[in-house]
């Protein structure tokens, strides 16, 4: 298509919507008036609305044509529990909550498209998804479970996410895995607290997830094939003790990631095992539990490539990545993926000034200047995908 054909769009008004989302962050399920600020845009645009799927997730419709073919684009709304460090004039006025992962810009980007395709040539449907709490990876699956694709039947389903470090605008995609699975941990080791004065009466806990954390950093190193990916952290440590008092309990919690399941359940059984040997050792018990929360974000080979058809008519060639690397970083959008063909993609959201902070940082900020990229780049995916 040629951008000649592209619809004008308003980059001041881009601007003020992204600002106005930055302003009101809120978590997980509690997006009232982030969805409400939403759907009211939707509205004014005349894009009929369909509200509170999977709580509070929102659907806009817009159909043009004849054609029973249909497409979902999809933007995740909720924030993160940081206390934002910024100084500008957008910045959270809530204190502890903040857009540290772009969730703003996405939604924006995504407005902006809807807005922009409705003087667009196309011939189908258009489904804006606007998904809530990604963060926890519970919107995506709380939307299906609620009919998402029951009541708006698609074809495919894409989504789009902004990365820091890369250039500015750069689209980057590929076939397979692009984003990892992520599964969480808890081990509790039970022993035998007591005055800290008299370690010999003791089964002193904190010595045991002392050796079992060591022993997890060989899961990886030694129990999975070098070939594939994986991640085992631990992210937090929990006694009941104090200065003087070795406690009876300790909890070690944690974080891993992986791109295939048969990787998942090799690190689940080998950390079972080590920390039970390790426990009956020294005479403690232990409580184990291991969660799969985000499956890994696997594309369809063909629908990555029709991602690859928008880009190229987005940007220049050396403004797109294809095929880029994964990424250890987890998404639920992934669970949409297990439904529905479809395929994720990056943009770039800078190497430098704003666009240089990684994301999940209480300084990070969506870079403004990709909006319109990521608006042109859901036009030409529309086009493309339902041509007139």
């Not at 369909?50 to 997730?57: D, E, F, L, T």
């Not at 050396?318 to 639920?332: F, K, R, V």
Request: net charge negative; charged share 20%.
């Amino acid at each position: 298509m040629s951008k000649a054909l592209q619809p004008v769009l308003d980059v001041s008004k881009l601007v003020a919507w992204r600002h106005a989302l930055h302003r009101c962050p809120e978590l997980g399920f509690e997006l009232g008036e982030t969805a409400g600020f939403i759907e009211r845009q939707l509205q004014e645009l005349g894009i009929e609305t369909h509200s509170a799927i999977g709580q509070v997730g929102l659907v806009g419709v817009l159909r043009k044509g004849s054609s029973d073919k249909a497409i979902g684009l999809r933007a995740d709304m909720d924030a993160l529990k940081i206390q934002e460090r910024n100084t500008f004039d957008h910045r959270s006025k809530t204190d502890g909550h903040m857009h540290a992962c772009g969730h703003d810009g996405h939604s924006t980007m995504l407005l902006g498209a809807a807005e922009a395709l409705r003087s667009a040539d196309f011939d189908g449907t258009v489904y804006f998804i606007f998904q809530p709490n990604e963060e926890h990876g519970l919107g995506a699956q709380a939307m299906i479970d609620d009919g998402l694709f029951d009541r708006f039947p698609m074809d495919a389903i894409y989504g789009m996410h902004n990365m820091p470090g890369r250039p500015a605008g750069q689209l980057a995609m590929k076939s397979g895995p692009i984003m990892a699975g992520e599964d969480n941990f808890s081990l509790t080791i039970v022993g035998r607290g007591g005055h800290a004065s008299q370690p010999h009466q003791h089964i002193d806990p904190l010595v045991i997830s002392a050796e079992i954390i060591l022993a997890m950093q060989s899961i990886v190193a030694r129990s999975i094939d070098p070939a594939e990916q994986a991640v085992v952290s631990v992210t937090e440590i929990e006694a009941d003790g104090t200065v003087n008092v070795v406690p009876s309990t300790v909890t070690i919690k944690g974080d891993c990631r992986s791109f295939k399941r048969s990787v998942s359940e090799t690190i689940e059984r080998r950390m079972s095992e080590l920390a039970e040997g390790i426990c009956h050792a020294h005479g403690a018990e232990l409580r184990f539990s291991y969660q799969r929360v985000f499956a890994a974000t696997t594309n369809h080979s063909s629908k990555t490539k029709h991602t690859l058809a928008a880009a190229q008519a987005t940007n220049p060639a050396e403004l797109i990545e294809y095929p880029c690397d994964a990424m250890t970083a987890s998404d639920d959008f992934a669970h949409m993926l297990l439904e529905k063909e479809g395929a994720y993609v990056f943009i770039g959201n800078g190497s430098d000034s704003v666009g240089g902070c990684a994301l999940h940082n209480p300084h990070y900020d969506f870079n403004d200047e990709i909006l319109v990229t990521g608006v042109r780049f859901w036009i030409n995916l529309v086009q493309q995908q339902l041509p007139s």
